[in-house]
C-alpha cells in the first residue's frame, strides 16, 4: 500500500520497481487529493494498480488505515511514495520471512539513500532479533492484528503513528520483529515540508507520552520529551515549530486524555524503554 498526494514523479518510480518484483501482489494506491495529476496518470500508466482517488484530503494515516481496511492478503506491505525496491526478489523475502515467522510486525531493512549507505532496521547477528518500533517506509503487519487494534492512531495526523502502534502491540504480547534480507530505497521527497515535520513530530512526542505511559513515569516523560523536543529546535536553528508542537501536543493531550488514554502496563514500558536502547534476540 501507499498512500501519497503531490508526489507524482516520486511514485512513478516507486510503482515501476515494484512492477519488477518477481513475486505476484496486489498494489493499493490511496491518492489524498492529488491536483498534480497522480490519479490520472496512475490509472493510465498502471492499470494492474488498485487506485482509490480521494476529493478530500486526511492525510497519510487516515489512508493508510483505509488501505488495511481494503486489502484482502494477510500480509500488507506499506512503502513511502518515495521508496522503490531495488532488488527484484524484495518481496519474495518478505513473504517467506512471514511464513516462516508468524509475526505481527516487521520492521524491513531500509537505507535513506541521501543520508548514507548504511542499511537501518538490520538485525546485528544471525537468529531473529525484536526492535521498539518500525519505520513508517518500509514496514509490514498482519492484517487482522493491526485490525484488532484499530490500526494507526489517527488524531496523531501526521508522524509518530509507527512508535504509538507498536508499543500496543507490545501491550498484547505481539514482537516487531527485525526483517531479513535485501533493503528498501528511500529517497526522501524534496517536497516535505519541514515546518510540518517539526510541529508534529514534538506534539505527537507529547501525545504519545499523555497516551501511552504509565502514571508512575508520566511527569518525566512528558517533561524529557518536551526538553529534548526545544533543544534540538534551536540544534536545527528551526526552534518554532518544535517549540509551539509541543505547546499543542499539551494542550490537545489534556483535551483527548479522556478519550485516548490507555497506558501500557509498566512492565510493557520497561520493555519498551530497553528496545528502544538495544534490540533483543529472541530466537
Same mark, same amino acid.
Given at each position: 500500500?501507499?498512500?501519497?498526494?503531490?508526489?507524482?514523479?516520486?511514485?512513478?518510480?516507486?510503482?515501476l520497481?515494484? +512492477?519488477?518484483?518477481?513475486l505476484?501482489h496486489?498494489? &493499493? *494506491?490511496?491518492?489524498?487529493?492529488?491536483?498534480d495529476?497522480?490519479?490520472?496518470?496512475?490509472a /493510465?500508466?498502471?492499470?494492474?494498480?488498485?487506485l482509490?482517488?480521494?476529493?478530500?484530503? +486526511?492525510?497519510? &494515516?487516515?489512508? +493508510?488505515?483505509?488501505? *488495511? =481496511?481494503?486489502? #484482502?492478503?494477510?500480509?500488507v506491505?506499506s512503502?513511502?511514495?518515495d521508496?522503490?525496491l531495488?532488488?527484484?526478489?524484495?518481496?519474495s523475502?518478505?513473504?517467506?520471512?512471514?511464513r516462516?515467522?508468524r %509475526?505481527?510486525?516487521?520492521?524491513w531493512?531500509?537505507?535513506?539513500?541521501?543520508?548514507?549507505?548504511?542499511?537501518?532496521?538490520?538485525?546485528?547477528?544471525?537468529?531473529?532479533?525484536q526492535?521498539? #518500533?518500525?519505520k513508517?517506509?518500509? $514496514? &509490514?503487519?498482519?492484517?487482522?492484528?493491526?485490525?484488532?487494534l484499530n490500526?494507526?492512531?489517527?488524531? $496523531?495526523?501526521?508522524?509518530g503513528?509507527?512508535e504509538d502502534? %507498536?508499543? /500496543?502491540?507490545l501491550?498484547?504480547? $505481539?514482537?516487531?520483529?527485525?526483517?531479513k534480507?535485501?533493503?528498501?530505497?528511500?529517497?526522501?521527497?524534496?517536497k +516535505?515540508?519541514?515546518?510540518?515535520m517539526? $510541529?508534529?513530530?514534538?506534539?505527537?512526542?507529547?501525545?504519545?507520552?499523555?497516551?501511552?505511559?504509565? *502514571?508512575?513515569?508520566?511527569?518525566?516523560q &512528558?517533561?524529557?520529551?518536551?526538553i529534548?523536543?526545544?533543544?534540538?529546535g534551536f540544534?536545527l536553528?528551526?526552534?518554532?515549530q518544535?517549540? /509551539?508542537?509541543v505547546?499543542?501536543g499539551i494542550?490537545?493531550?489534556?483535551?483527548l486524555?479522556?478519550?485516548?488514554?490507555?497506558?501500557?502496563? *509498566?512492565?510493557?514500558?520497561?520493555r519498551y =524503554?530497553?528496545?528502544?536502547?538495544?534490540?533483543?534476540?529472541?530466537g
Amino acid at each position: 500500500m501507499i498512500s501519497t498526494k503531490n508526489r507524482w514523479q516520486d511514485l512513478e518510480k516507486a510503482l515501476l520497481s515494484l +512492477r519488477k518484483q518477481d513475486l505476484k501482489h496486489k498494489v &493499493i *494506491v490511496m491518492d489524498d487529493n492529488s491536483d498534480d495529476g497522480t490519479s490520472e496518470n496512475v490509472a /493510465r500508466l498502471f492499470p494492474e494498480v488498485t487506485l482509490y482517488s480521494h476529493q478530500e484530503s +486526511r492525510g497519510y &494515516i487516515v489512508r +493508510r488505515n483505509e488501505a *488495511v =481496511r481494503l486489502a #484482502t492478503t494477510p500480509y500488507v506491505l506499506s512503502i513511502d511514495d518515495d521508496c522503490t525496491l531495488e532488488h527484484p526478489g524484495i518481496i519474495s523475502e518478505m513473504a517467506e520471512f512471514c511464513r516462516e515467522t508468524r %509475526c505481527a510486525a516487521v520492521a524491513w531493512p531500509y537505507i535513506d539513500v541521501k543520508v548514507s549507505n548504511c542499511v537501518q532496521s538490520v538485525s546485528p547477528s544471525e537468529g531473529l532479533w525484536q526492535g521498539c #518500533t518500525f519505520k513508517g517506509c518500509a $514496514f &509490514i503487519v498482519d492484517r487482522i492484528i493491526f485490525l484488532r487494534l484499530n490500526g494507526f492512531r489517527e488524531s $496523531f495526523c501526521h508522524q509518530g503513528e509507527e512508535e504509538d502502534f %507498536c508499543i /500496543r502491540l507490545l501491550q498484547f504480547g $505481539f514482537p516487531v520483529l527485525l526483517g531479513k534480507g535485501h533493503a528498501i530505497h528511500h529517497h526522501e521527497s524534496t517536497k +516535505r515540508s519541514w515546518e510540518r515535520m517539526d $510541529f508534529y513530530g514534538s506534539r505527537n512526542l507529547i501525545l504519545f507520552a499523555v497516551f501511552n505511559v504509565p *502514571v508512575i513515569f508520566l511527569p518525566f516523560q &512528558i517533561a524529557a520529551s518536551a526538553i529534548n523536543c526545544i533543544l534540538y529546535g534551536f540544534k536545527l536553528k528551526r526552534p518554532y515549530q518544535k517549540t /509551539r508542537g509541543v505547546i499543542y501536543g499539551i494542550l490537545d493531550g489534556i483535551r483527548l486524555s479522556q478519550v485516548e488514554r490507555k497506558p501500557v502496563s *509498566v512492565k510493557s514500558f520497561v520493555r519498551y =524503554r530497553k528496545l528502544k536502547s538495544k534490540y533483543h534476540k529472541i530466537g
